[in-house]
């Protein structure tokens, strides 16, 4: 694959994997995936934007050089750190030591680590920096936690093309570069990388997409998947509507559950109708029966999440544990969340779960609420005034 015009005196210069059938360990990459950098050549300086996964590095030279002489480039603008884009800065130091090396400031210590030579120029930004390369301005925008701490973007002014980094990416491969020229469904592609690498940072996007408001965007040229120069505003607003806050007008709480012999569904049924009486919306779900897709759209929606879990040889049980999983890929920080459950002897899983959850980040009530096996009317009176204490907790 050659370099290929996206601009005047702007090309892609990016590499094509269209093998990969899984990304970063979890991401499903049916179609595979491209690795997009991009040089711009303004009347007195190059910026090449991002390099590719290591593997694919002669390939991406050899793009360069139909462009022009990687000697003659000044900067290597390095969008995030992780090395899908990082993978041939090395190798293209070795060819030209004087490239400017351009990041974020808190990239700063990532791209250091990234290239071990403490003789390379690297300076780290700050938003809304500029370099006019003649004609040619670039204006930066800081992102952190889209979806690295280091991400940064910038919009090439002379030509309205905003470099998103991962932003609004989809993993697919195919002859084309350009979005409008493929048949396949490429907002569902660009929707799949949303929900699998993006979503969890959700908290962080709503607060950076402001930062493009005011940007007259006409070409959207991510880091991975297809370039989009149709309607490219549907992609922005796309991020502003998944990424808002679901909880906004809603008082819901999400009640996860499992049982075996019904103890703990008693318990749950018994806490779901005290906090339903305090005014909450409880969406109840079985662990053991969980459409994955709905309970995440569920715990987005909820400002508190309680977890009640038999004990299993001296654990909670595994349906537990894998609903606990689907918090990996949601915006949780802060939500608050209590732990009960019935149990034989040592009723260990409870605090498992509860200890957990701590490590998820989340507010955990400090009391978790234990039953043992079938749950006597005294210890449903506990419940009821443990209950009291939760619908206080989370209000
Ligand atoms: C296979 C098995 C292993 C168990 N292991 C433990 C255990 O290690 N610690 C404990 O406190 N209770 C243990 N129990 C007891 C259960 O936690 C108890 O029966 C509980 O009431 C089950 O609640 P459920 O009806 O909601 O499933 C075990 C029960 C079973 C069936
Ligand atoms: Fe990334
Ligand atoms: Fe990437």
Do not use: A
């Given at each position: 694959m050659s370099a290929i015009k996206i601009a005047e005196n702007v090309h892609w210069v990016g590499v094509k994997d269209?093998?990969?059938?899984?990304?970063?360990?979890?991401?499903?990459?049916k179609h595979g995936t491209t690795y997009n950098a991009y040089l711009i050549k303004g009347k007195n300086s190059a910026a090449l934007i991002d390099t590719v996964k290591a593997g694919f590095t002669d390939e991406y030279l050899a793009n360069l050089r139909e462009i022009m002489p990687i000697e003659e480039i000044e900067y290597l603008i390095v969008n995030h750190t992780e090395s899908d884009h990082s993978g041939a800065i090395v190798p293209l130091l070795e060819i030209n030591p004087k490239l400017k090396l351009v990041c974020s400031a808190p990239a700063l210590p990532f791209v250091q680590n990234t290239v071990n030579n403490p003789e390379v120029d690297i300076t780290g930004i700050k938003n809304d920096h500029e370099i006019d390369l003649g004609g040619k301005k670039l204006i930066f925008k800081m992102m952190p936690y889209m979806h690295w701490p280091d991400t940064m973007m910038e919009y090439l002014e002379e030509d309205k093309i905003l470099f998103p980094c991962d932003g609004f990416a989809g993993h697919y491969s195919f002859e084309s570069i350009w979005a409008d020229e493929c048949n396949h469904d490429i907002d569902w592609e660009v929707e799949y990388y949303y929900k699998s690498i993006m979503r969890t940072y959700a908290m962080y996007i709503r607060k950076n997409m402001p930062k493009l408001d005011d940007l007259d965007i006409k070409i959207i040229a991510p880091s991975h998947g297809p370039l989009f120069r149709k309607n490219p505003e549907r992609h922005l607003n796309s991020y502003r509507e998944w990424s808002a806050d679901k909880t906004v007008g809603k008082n819901q709480v999400c009640l996860f559950y499992t049982t075996s012999y019904g103890n703990t569904k008693r318990l749950a049924d018994s806490l779901s109708s005290h906090l339903t009486a305090a005014g909450y919306e409880v969406v109840m779900l079985d662990c053991a029966n969980l459409d994955e897709d709905y309970a995440k759209d569920m715990i987005e929606q909820s400002k508190a999440l309680l977890y009640g879990t038999p004990t299993f040889n001296g654990d909670a049980v595994k349906p537990v544990w894998d609903a606990i999983m689907?918090?990996?890929?949601?915006?949780?920080?802060?939500k608050k969340a209590a732990v009960f459950g019935s149990y034989g002897w040592g009723g260990e899983g409870i605090k498992l779960v509860a200890e957990r959850l701590t490590g998820l980040r989340l507010k955990v009530f400090e009391e978790n609420y234990r039953a043992r096996l079938v749950p006597s009317g005294e210890e449903m009176t506990g419940l009821k005034v443990w209950s009291e204490r939760i619908a206080e907790f989370i209000a």
């Open positions: 269209p093998d990969l059938r899984l990304f970063d360990i979890v991401v499903e990459t689907l918090l990996q890929g949601l915006s949780i920080m802060g």
